[in-house]
């Protein structure tokens, strides 16, 4: 029989389907649904080393003797414009506010057929160390009251263009996602004087059985009631608020953690489509006691449809116990060396 399962952080509750369960292998790519190799360099592409705009502007730049390899840029098609004052307006029950704050891409390599899966380790620091620094840069603005930092992988997952890139949003106001967790986490806290964030970790660390990865600095488990087959989250073992704090060595065990999972989707289940957001304090609140900032991965296995629409609630044909078990025992050392 189906069972439902309550997330405590997100308060969501998930149906698992049992009866159509899949094993974790099935929900791998088939063959033929797979694309061909992308060349390396690609004459239309933008992104790719050569074909740099020189009239186009810069915020951030990592280099070394082989050139660029990291680069953040404007959207080309912004949603948000750093160009202007944050002004709020309301009347009667119509309320908007100017579309002013972020809208960046950071270019995560030069090779049009990199990704992260198999990158060097070095080029994934360079990719987290680039989102660490205009993090940091960007919430100093005293309009952005929240900072996105997402990455689309494959055309099911949002992405209009192939090459590597990941891209940051700055808005405004406090999206009311974010909002609600802080408000769930806001009530744990004042409960039970802990981290709701902390708990639900030390729970997890606890029951072992929905652990992916575990490093000095991070762990990476599916929740509980996972929204959808293989959706992660990676929390950093140290409490703190705001995705800014991280250090430079937590900087290399995220890099790692990233690289390694990410392969571990690349080569069990076919290089599938996947979200990855890192969901971090609003600017203002950076020092939290209550609330913990992580990484959230989602791979887009199956697809959302008019009962997810209709109910605001998730039907999951994969137990998260199963599906965190086969990429927890799928050894990404025995796979091709990296690019």
Same mark, same amino acid.
């Given at each position: 029989?189906?069972?439902?399962?309550?997330?405590?952080?997100?308060?969501?509750?998930?149906?698992?389907?049992?009866?159509?369960?899949?094993?974790?292998?099935?929900?791998?790519?088939?063959?033929?649904?797979?694309?061909?190799?992308?060349?390396?360099?690609?004459?239309?592409?933008?992104?790719?080393?050569?074909?740099?705009?020189?009239?186009?502007?810069?915020?951030?730049?990592?280099?070394?003797?082989?050139?660029?390899?990291?680069?953040?840029?404007?959207?080309?098609?912004?949603?948000?414009?750093?160009?202007?004052?944050?002004?709020?307006?309301?009347?009667?029950?119509?309320?908007?506010?100017?579309?002013?704050?972020?809208?960046?891409?950071?270019?995560?390599?030069?090779?049009?057929?990199?990704?992260?899966?198999?990158?060097?380790?070095?080029?994934?620091?360079?990719?987290?160390?680039?989102?660490?620094?205009?993090?940091?840069?960007?919430?100093?603005?005293?309009?952005?009251?929240?900072?996105?930092?997402?990455?689309?992988?494959?055309?099911?997952?949002?992405?209009?263009?192939?090459?590597?890139?990941?891209?940051?949003?700055?808005?405004?106001?406090?999206?009311?996602?974010?909002?609600?967790?802080?408000?769930?986490?806001?009530?744990?806290?004042?409960?039970?004087?802990?981290?709701?964030?902390?708990?639900?970790?030390?729970?997890?660390?606890?029951?072992?059985?929905?652990?992916?990865?575990?490093?000095?600095?991070?762990?990476?488990?599916?929740?509980?009631?996972?929204?959808?087959?293989?959706?992660?989250?990676?929390?950093?073992?140290?409490?703190?608020? @705001?995705?800014?704090? =991280?250090?430079? *060595?937590?900087? /290399? +065990?995220? $890099?790692?953690? %990233?690289?390694?999972?990410?392969?571990? #989707?690349?080569?069990?289940?076919?290089?599938?489509?996947?979200?990855?957001?890192?969901?971090?304090?609003?600017?203002?609140?950076?020092?939290?006691?209550?609330?913990?900032?992580?990484?959230?991965?989602?791979?887009?296995?199956?697809?959302?449809?008019?009962?997810?629409?209709? @109910?605001?609630?998730? =039907?999951?044909? *994969?137990?998260? /116990? +199963?599906? $965190?078990?086969? %990429?927890?025992?799928?050894?990404?050392? #025995?796979?091709?060396?990296?690019?």
């Amino acid at each position: 029989m189906s069972h439902l399962r309550q997330n405590v952080i997100t308060k969501d509750w998930v149906i698992f389907a049992t009866e159509r369960a899949k094993r974790p292998h099935e929900f791998a790519r088939s063959q033929e649904d797979i694309p061909p190799e992308l060349p390396v360099y690609k004459h239309s592409c933008p992104f790719c080393k050569g074909n740099e705009n020189a009239d186009e502007a810069e915020y951030l730049r990592i280099e070394d003797e082989r050139g660029w390899r990291v680069r953040i840029i404007p959207n080309k098609y912004p949603a948000l414009s750093p160009i202007g004052d944050r002004i709020r307006q309301s009347e009667g029950i119509h309320r908007s506010i100017t579309g002013v704050g972020y809208h960046e891409v950071l270019i995560e390599h030069p090779d049009h057929n990199a990704t992260i899966a198999r990158m060097d380790i070095h080029d994934v620091i360079n990719i987290v160390r680039a989102y660490r620094q205009r993090y940091n840069e960007i919430r100093l603005d005293r309009r952005i009251e929240s900072i996105i930092i997402f990455k689309n992988h494959g055309e099911s997952a949002g992405t209009s263009l192939e090459h590597p890139h990941s891209q940051i949003t700055a808005t405004p106001v406090v999206p009311s996602q974010i909002r609600y967790r802080m408000i769930e986490a806001t009530s744990f806290f004042d409960d039970m004087g802990d981290c709701l964030f902390c708990y639900t970790l030390n729970d997890e660390l606890k029951a072992k059985e929905r652990i992916v990865l575990e490093t000095e600095h991070f762990v990476t488990f599916m929740p509980y009631a996972a929204l959808s087959p293989f959706h992660m989250w990676v929390f950093p073992r140290r409490h703190t608020a @705001s995705f800014g704090g =991280i250090t430079d *060595a937590e900087i /290399e +065990d995220l $890099a790692y953690t %990233l690289k390694t999972v990410l392969a571990k #989707l690349f080569y069990g289940l076919n290089n599938p489509a996947y979200n990855f957001t890192i969901r971090s304090m609003p600017t203002d609140d950076r020092d939290s006691n209550y609330f913990h900032w992580y990484l959230a991965i989602v791979p887009r296995v199956t697809k959302a449809a008019g009962f997810e629409l209709g @109910s605001g609630m998730y =039907i999951n044909t *994969a137990m998260p /116990e +199963d599906s $965190a078990k086969f %990429l927890r025992e799928f050894d990404v050392s #025995l796979m091709p060396p990296d690019l």
